[in-house]
């Protein structure tokens, strides 16, 4: 039996690769990957590495306590939207900002700020984060 969507996206996220499929149909990214395009719903999908450089859009702190408990150990940290170079957007963690009001500004009136990703390990879990670039 083949392993899920889900397993091999974290699995690669293990190796250093951040990974989405690309629709053999329309040629739409999916990000994170799902089992369908999530422009066409196709399932004929092939796996493709993303560079891990995008656009931070939105910045914002992380509520305290986190909503998961997961997430204890990196709190404060501030969490964003970032479109990815390839298109697709996705949130994340943001590395390197203070969760202060006057950090956040400085990054809003910055605009759209370069980032690149980062994949931190917690709690044995290894997850996609982001920094400035």
Request: hydrophobic content about 35%; proline content about 9%; glycine content about 10%.
């Amino acid at each position: 039996m083949p392993s899920s969507v889900v397993k091999q996206y974290y699995d690669a996220l293990g190796k250093g690769k951040i990974m989405a499929t690309k629709c053999k149909v329309c040629g739409g990214l999916t990000f994170p990957p799902t089992t369908a395009c999530e422009h066409c719903g196709k399932t004929e999908l092939e796996w493709i590495e993303l560079s891990g450089r995008g656009k931070l859009h939105f910045i914002s702190h992380g509520m305290a306590p986190p909503p998961n408990p997961r997430f204890e150990e990196l709190a404060p940290y501030t969490y964003g939207h970032v479109q990815l170079e390839e298109g697709p957007y996705t949130a994340g963690i943001i590395k390197g900002v203070e969760p202060e009001p006057e950090d956040l500004q400085k990054i809003y009136e910055r605009g759209p700020v370069d980032v690149v990703a980062e994949i931190i390990k917690v709690k044995k879990l290894n997850i996609l984060a982001f920094k400035l670039a």
